[in-house]
């Protein structure tokens, strides 16, 4: 992981509990109350590609959507970025399509296939918890890789 250094004690705040928000969302260590818990009172989590904004204990629905469909999921974080309180990290999701993926414009059925889908996240932070969590996932890849892009009505079953 390349880290562009924090330069403020607050940054290094900020650094840290983004690091601890991704570590609760890993498959292997998955503790949904703990990811909700980095989130500020009115905070949120905006799923850009999915075009859906989760408040309080919805933000966890993403972790557990996830780590259904994805029961191996990891991110890899590449780098961080800080400007005051707001941190962008470059990373990938990475897992093996074994669940079904809920998604809001209906469910696509596992198709065993593993993912390596570029993401970039938007954090901005006030007193060390998250008041906002962009995600902008690179759909059409994550859906190639899914092998569904080429048919994607065919491949969602309607909820």
Same mark, same amino acid.
């Given at each position: 992981m390349s880290q562009h250094q924090p330069k403020t004690a607050e940054e290094q705040a900020n650094s840290t509990a983004i690091s601890a928000l991704y +570590?609760? $969302?890993e498959a292997a260590a998955k503790?949904? +109350? !703990?990811f909700v818990s980095f989130f500020a009172e009115g905070g949120y989590f905006y799923d850009v590609g999915a075009g859906k904004k989760y408040y309080g204990k919805e933000i966890g629905d993403t972790v557990d959507i996830y780590a259904a469909a994805f029961p191996d999921m990891h991110r890899e974080l590449y780098s961080f970025y800080f400007n005051d309180d707001v941190v962008v990290v470059e990373l990938s999701? /990475?897992?093996?399509? /074994?669940?079904?993926l809920?998604? %809001?414009a209906g469910v696509i059925s596992p198709t065993h296939k593993e993912i390596h889908a570029p993401c970039?996240?938007?954090?901005?932070l006030k007193d060390g918890k998250v008041v906002s969590f962009h995600c902008y996932v $690179?759909? %059409?890849i994550l859906l190639e890789q899914l092998g569904v892009f080429g048919n994607l009505s +065919? +491949?969602?079953? !309607? !909820?």
């Open positions: +570590a609760s $969302a503790d949904t +109350a !703990k999701l /990475n897992g093996t399509h /074994n669940g079904d809920v998604l %809001p970039c996240d938007v954090f901005h $690179a759909v %059409p +065919a +491949a969602l079953k !309607k !909820k």
